[in-house]
């Protein structure tokens, strides 16, 4: 499988402060990787990094074969990276429909995989609330608008950062079934977490962060096999 997004060496600092070092992670065409860590360790950092959110301070970040280091977010959106954020980050003040327009653009090639109609029949609990103002749904459904919105982007890589956080455990099977439909379709999905039962049945293979360096690459059943790194790093 070709390898579609390829960090090395990423480091990412705050003013003075160094949250992210040497960070190595590759991620291949149709798979679903997992970036694990407890809460702190430098997940949401790598997301933005690698969606040209926030700069790295070093190291080279290549998508698609094409070196993306340094460059703005919107060029990388229009390259084919969709980025679910932590904090949604929906228009709480435009319908649920506006805000799904507002991330429509076709894919890299031009290719138009994703409509509008199309999104809902994927996320059917957005229908019946299209006319609803974004900031009148709950957090389960807000996280189901910021996926459709990313997916109305036609990415061809997409990067959901801890979706199943703070929802009601229905909401996060919901995310899940969602998560998986996505998979079946060939997307390829960099998926961070801290929860790793929520990704043993989604995920190929992990790379667990810990203080901002991974500490753990290989499979996501080698990391359940492995008692000592979920124990020293993932609390579980």
Known sequence: MNVML????????????????????QVRQGETLALLGRNGAGKSTSMKAIAGVIAAAAGRIQFNQKNITGMPSHLIARAGMGFVPEDRQIFTGLSVQDNLFIGAKLGQQGEQAWTLERVYEMLPL???????????????EQQMLTIGRALMGNPSLLLLDEPSEGLAPIMVQKIGELIENLRQLGTTIVLAEQNLHFCLGLADRAVVIDKGSDVFVGSISELNANADIKKRYLSV
Not at 6 to 24: A, P
Not at 126 to 140: F, I, V
Request: positive net charge; hydrophobic residues 40%.
């Open 126 to 140: 957005l229908y019946p609330l299209r006319q609803r103002m974004g900031g009148l749904l709950s957090g389960g």
């Open 6 to 25: 390829d960090v090395v060496g990423l480091d990412v600092r705050y003013g003075s402060s160094q949250v992210l070092f040497d960070l190595k992670l």
